[in-house]
C-alpha cells in the first residue's frame, strides 16, 4: 500500500510547493485584478475570501485531488449514514444527527434514533419555557434567576462560548454562569454571589465520570444543603445531562431531572444534543434552534457543495497544504468580534482532541497532522503577537472573522474595528518592501548605514496567507453554520490524514496518573514511588498542606 507521503498527489503538492515558495501573492494581485472574486465563495450567511493565499488554480486543483484520492466523499457519506467511523472505540459520529431536519430517519444499529433526538429537543424546549416563565420554582417558591452550568471540556467550551457570541440575543432575568476547573476558586466566586432559593445547578458531563465535573457538582450540592435546602429539595435545584443514566441517578440526580444524549456524540461535537441546554436557557429556544438550523444547512453545504464552493472543504484542503508543504504547525483564528472572543479556544479543543493524532489506520505516520490552533479577539492581538506573524521566521496562516453588521454598536468603532482586519490581512499579504522602507527613510538625516540596518528591521516579507470570513450578522443560525464549517474541516482534514479524528486516548494516561498523585496527597503517610521529580512535588506539597 502506498502511504500518503509518496502517494502522487502528495508528490505533485510537494513540487507546486517547491515552486510557489519563490512567488508572492503581490504579484499575483498586481497581474489579476479579478483574484479576489475568483477565490471568494459564500453560503449559508458566511463569506469566506481566500484569495490572499500561497495557491494558483494548479495548486487548488492539486489539493481536490489529494481530497478524491484519500477518498473524501465515501468518509463524508459514511459519517453522515452511521457508519462505526470512530472504530477505536466502535462508535457510530453522529453529531449531524441533532441538527437533522431532513425529517429523514438516521439508523445507528438498525435503529433510527431521530424519535429520541426530537423528544429531547422538546424536553429541552419545555424546560426553558418552564425557567423562562416562572413555572419552575426553587423549593421556597421563588423563580429561577441564576443558572451554574457546570461542565469541562465539550461539555463546557460549547455551551460558553456559543451563549458569549450570541449576547445580543439573551433574555433578561436569568443569568447563566460556567464553572469547568476543578480550582476550587472558580466554583467559589461563581457560588458566592448566589441566592441558592433561586440557583439551578445543570451538570453536564457525557460519562458522568469526570473528576472536575463530579466535585464541582458536589460542591455546588453542600452549598446548597449547607444553605438551607434540604436533600428533597434538590430535584427543583440540580439537573444533569447525561449519556451515562445510571450514574446520573447512583448520584442522586432524579431520572426525570436528565436528560439523554448517546455514545455516539463525541464530547467536542455535543453542543448539539442537550448539553446546549445552557444555550436554550441564555437566549430561549427559538434562537438555539436557529443555531442548530444554521447547522444543518452548513451539513447540507457540505454534502451537496462542488469543493471550489465548499467552505469547509476549502478551509481543509488550505490547512492541508501549509501544514504538510510549508512546515506550518499552528494555526492562528482571529474574531474582529469581541462576543466571538472565546471562538479560537472552541476551535483548539474541536481541532486538536480530534486530529493530535499519530497513529493512521496502517499504523504510525510519517507526515504532520494537526497544527496548533490558537488565537484571540482583534483589535488586541495586534498589539501583541501579531509582530511574530508578520516578521517573524515561522509561517502562521490566519483566519480573520468579522461581522459586516453589529446590533446596537457605534459606528465609528465598528468601522475602526473593519478597517484594522481588513488593513491586517492587507499587510500580511503584501507585505513593505526593503526598497519601500529604505526610500521611507529619506531625508531623515540618518547616514547610509543606519539607513540601511533600519530599512531591514522595517521590511515586512508579506506572502503571509490568511483566509477572511465575513457575516452580514453573527445570528444564530450564522453561528451554527460557522461551528458546523469549522467541524467539517475538521473532518476532512482527519479524513485526508487518515487518522480517527473521533477518540482522545492522548487525555487517558494524564487523567491516570492525576489520580494515583491524588491518593497519595490525600494519604499523606504512604511511600512515594514515583519519578524523583513528582516524589518532590508531593513532598512539598504534602509539607505546604
Ligand atoms: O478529557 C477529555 C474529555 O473526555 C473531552 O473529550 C470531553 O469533552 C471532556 O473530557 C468532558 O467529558 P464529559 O462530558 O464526559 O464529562
Redesign the pocket.
Known sequence: MTSLSTSPAWSTLAELASQIKHQHMRDWFAQDPNRAEKYTTSACGITLDYSKNLITDEVLDALQTLAKQQQLGAKRNAMFAGDIINYTEQRAVLHTALRNFSGKPVYVDGVDVMPEVLATQDKIQAFTHAIHSGEHKGYTGKAIKQIVSI?????FLGPKIMSEALKPYWVSGVKVHFVANVDGCHIHDVLSQLDHEETLIVM???????QE?LQNTLTAKDWFLSAGGKQEDIAKHFIAVSSNIKAATDFGMAEENIFPMWDWV???Y?LWSAIGLPIALTMGYDNYRQLLEGAYAMDTHFIEAPVEQNLPVLLALLGVWYVNFFGAQSHVLLPYYHYLRGFPAYVQ?LDM?SNGKGVNEHGHVDYATGPVIWGSEGTNGQHSFHQLIHQGKVLIPADFMLPLRVPNQNDTHHAMLASNCFGQTQALMQGKTYQECFADLEGKGLDEDTRHTLAQHKTMPGNKPSNTLLFEQLDPHTLGALVAMYEHKVFVQGAIWGVNSFD?WG?ELG?VLGNQVLDKLVNKQDSLSFDSSTNQLISKFRSAN
Do not use: A, M
Open positions: 461542565g469541562i471540556g465539550g461539555s453536564s458531563s457525557k460519562s458522568f465520570s469526570t465535573t463525541g464530547g467536542r455535543s479543543q482532541e482522545q487525555v487523567k
